[in-house]
């Protein structure tokens, strides 16, 4: 069973008017894994940034081809075991590219 959402990961291209933005929300900046990850905080919520200098060279893989800024991925929290997800993941006819892995 999925228990929470871990965090969401974004591709972005201007990160200073993106990180400025959430500022000026409130969250909490951190860039301390600059130039490539960028993330805000918000009490117990996180959205995690992917720098321009990680997802454009097309080095960065794991996401969807035809990822460009504004789209995303959302990360959970899994309170099951591991076989129950792999045979959820299986069950779905989705192919895996990575994972599980833990966090």
Known sequence: PIASIDHAA???DNVDDMLA???????????????HFYSVHLA??????HGP???RPGKFDLRGPTAVPGCGDFCFVWKG???EVTDLLA???IEVIEGPVPR
């Open 10 to 12: 974004i591709p972005i």
């Open 21 to 35: 933005f959430y500022q000026a929300l409130g969250f909490r900046v951190d860039d301390s894994r600059a130039p």
């Open 44 to 49: 117990e919520q996180k959205l995690n940034f």
């Open 53 to 55: 200098d990680l997802w």
């Open 81 to 83: 075991s591991l076989d």
């Open 91 to 93: 069950n779905t006819g």
